[in-house]
């Protein structure tokens, strides 16, 4: 079946540290991938997607790139601040069907002034 | 525009007890699912809708209904509350479709003794 598989955390890391948070999925066809983050007592929210192989999503200095061959979307960002804290989830929708959405476990990264 | 709306945000019950957990949206987005966040489990979905009228079992189905009168509006109801249930609930919507994001509610934290 369709599942996403992510690195498990926390990830500590110290401001202006490269960040790497990985992610492997399994899909039938053509999946769009996703990455959301969650900031502590909210609601989950886009940082960036990817609708094709190849395609690199990017937002707030992060990027994903979308690889069929490897089915992975690992999340990089260059240099991570303070703000950067919070958990982060790597996502599929199915294209198959009914569209589904299929989330990670989630990966907390805490980043130290 | 109130984005996604959920109520209550928090929530104690006895087990055995029934509730209707409330979630609407204002853009008019024809894809509305229930999702429950657990330690190390990640979004798991409950149930989803297409659109008005039309829902779907998603990864853990059992014990809770819904049901999509309107456009607008995805209440999940918890029939016959069971500790198991204790989780932080969300509810999203989006436009549908396999490129689309989806937009979260801020959650609401049920508690079942």
């Known amino acids: 079946g369709n599942s996403v598989t992510q690195m498990e955390g926390p990830v500590t890391l110290s401001e202006e540290a490269f960040l790497t948070i990985n992610c492997t999925y399994t899909a039938t066809g053509y999946p769009s991938l996703f990455w959301y983050v969650q900031y502590p007592g909210e609601g989950l929210q886009l940082l960036l997607k990817?609708?094709?192989?190849?395609d690199k999503g990017s937002n707030k200095g992060f990027e994903a790139t979308y690889r069929k061959e490897t089915t992975s979307f690992h999340l990089e960002k260059g240099s991570v601040q303070v703000s950067d804290s919070a958990v982060y989830f790597c996502?599929?929708?199915?294209?198959?069907?009914?569209?589904?959405?299929?989330f990670g476990t989630g990966t907390r990264l805490k980043v130290l002034a | 525009n109130a984005g996604v709306t959920q109520t209550p945000k928090f929530q104690v019950l006895k087990t055995g007890q029934s509730m209707t957990l409330q979630c609407a949206q204002d853009m008019n987005h024809e894809y509305m699912s229930w999702y429950r966040q657990d330690p190390g489990m990640g979004l798991r979905l409950i149930h989803y809708s297409v659109g008005a009228g039309i829902t779907d079992q998603g990864e853990v189905p059992n014990g809770y209904n819904v049901s999509r009168s309107t456009t607008e509006d995805f209440p999940l109801r918890l029939l016959s509350a069971a500790p198991s249930q204790t989780s932080v609930y969300f509810c999203?919507?989006?436009?549908?479709?396999?490129?689309?994001?989806?937009?979260f509610g801020p959650g609401t934290r049920l508690t079942v003794l």
């Open positions: 999203a919507s989006g436009a549908g479709g396999p490129y689309n994001e989806q937009f």
């Open positions: 990817a609708t094709k192989a190849d």
């Open positions: 996502a599929l929708i199915t294209t198959s069907g009914t569209y589904k959405y299929i």
